[in-house]
Each structure stands twice: as structure tokens, then as C-alpha cells.
């Protein structure tokens, strides 16, 4: 009778297991940044690729000799929502049928601008907030009202 013997590892299959061990923890590593990018950005402010802030407006009069810019070229924003109070309850701006740009709460002074050519705009507290719709100011909402609206871009 012969002995039985179990047949040593081979380098291959070594190599497999070494392999397979690395591509399951390079996996949990790539795994573990996206959800821990995905949830430090739910407080953070939409995408750059679709917010644009306003641009910075001087409300002292120009001198005669200086060169300024008259309001016409400036890009006028579909939307410009600044909050008043210390806190304003989750602000919603969307593309209709399309991407959320705005979903959170904002602070006091903090204002957001779209230049979208529609926009969809959920406010929960709409007496919190000042509306600037295609560069005229809105009419605000009672405290505690909840206001959705659309504004479509004039261009």
C-alpha cells in the first residue's frame, strides 16, 4: 500500500492566490474612498460644472474717467437664491428632468446662481430666502411656506 501524499503548491496557483488576495483589496480600498467622497460631498455645494456664481457687482458709482462695464454685457443668472435668516431649510434647484444642481440646507449671507435656460426651484421656507429671477427680485414667500416654482431664461 502507498502513501498518500498531498501534492505540494505549486508557483502558479501561489501566484493566483497572492493575485486574487491583492485585486480584493484594491477593490475595498477604491470602494471605501468613493463612499467616503460621496458622503463629505452631501453638504457640499452642487458640481462646478453646473453652478456658476454671479458676477461680483460694485454698487459705488463710477467715476467718469474709469472704464466700466455696462450692466447689459453682464451675464445675467436664470436664478440667484441668497439666504436671510440663520438657517434656511433644504433649497432644491433642479433642470427639469434632468440633473439636481442644488439639494440642502443654506446658511445666512450664502447665495447660489444658475444660468441654466429652465430651472425647477423647490424652497421649504420660502420667507427665508430672496429670489432673483432673471435679474428681477421675486416676491418673498410667507415664514414657513413652502414655494416651488419654475423659471425659464428670457434668452
Do not use: W
Not at 492566490?17 to 480600498?29: E, K, M, N, Q
Not at 446658511?107 to 432673483?132: I, Q
Amino acid at each position: 500500500m502507498g502513501r498518500h501524499r498531498s501534492e505540494p503548491m505549486g508557483l502558479a496557483r501561489l501566484a493566483l492566490l497572492v493575485l486574487g488576495a491583492s485585486a480584493v483589496v484594491a477593490l475595498l480600498f477604491v470602494g471605501g474612498r468613493a463612499l467616503l467622497g460621496s458622503v463629505g460631498s452631501i453638504g457640499e455645494a452642487a458640481p462646478e460644472r453646473s453652478r456658476e456664481r454671479a458676477p461680483a457687482t460694485d454698487t459705488a458709482t463710477p467715476d467718469a474717467t474709469s472704464d466700466a462695464t455696462p450692466a447689459s454685457t453682464a451675464r445675467v443668472p436664470t436664478v440667484r437664491i441668497e439666504c436671510l435668516a440663520e438657517n434656511c431649510p433644504l433649497v432644491t434647484v433642479r433642470v427639469p428632468g434632468g440633473d439636481v444642481l442644488h439639494y440642502r440646507d443654506m446658511s445666512r449671507g450664502e447665495e447660489v446662481s444658475y444660468f441654466e435656460p429652465e430651472l425647477d426651484v423647490v424652497l421649504t421656507d420660502a420667507g427665508t430666502v430672496r429670489v432673483t429671477a432673471n435679474g428681477k427680485p421675486r416676491e418673498q414667500g410667507a415664514e414657513g411656506e413652502r414655494e416651488a416654482f419654475t423659471v425659464t431664461s428670457p434668452d
